[in-house]
């Protein structure tokens, strides 16, 4: 359900401060799950209603930006598309 590499940017406890990381495999997102799927997160995604997705030329966006999904492009010329996967984190 991820599209690696995946993205998460979190912020600093003040706020004042976005740091990305990428996580590249299925292992390392595994490593870090409760630090990238906060309670927060797992709520955004658990309380999305479809009816109240927002939606833009970059993918749907869950709770307040929490989680990003898009299609996947199945190959390089992006002819056919594989699945929506998660392609951003915001915890």
């Known amino acids: 359900m991820i599209s690696y590499p995946l993205r998460v940017t979190a912020s600093n406890a003040a706020g004042t401060y976005r740091r990305s990381r990428f996580y590249r495999t299925p292992a390392a997102v595994r490593a870090h799950y409760d630090r990238i799927f ?7 995604i658990l309380d999305q209603r479809y009816d109240q997705l927002f939606v833009n030329s970059h993918g ?4 307040n930006g ?3 999904v898009s ?3 199945a190959d390089q010329r992006c002819a056919t598309t594989s699945a929506v996967k998660i392609i951003t984190v915001n915890p």
């Open 38 to 44: 906060t309670p927060q997160v797992r709520r955004a």
């Open 60 to 63: 749907a966006m869950f709770g």
């Open 66 to 68: 929490e989680v990003w």
């Open 71 to 73: 299609e996947i492009c």
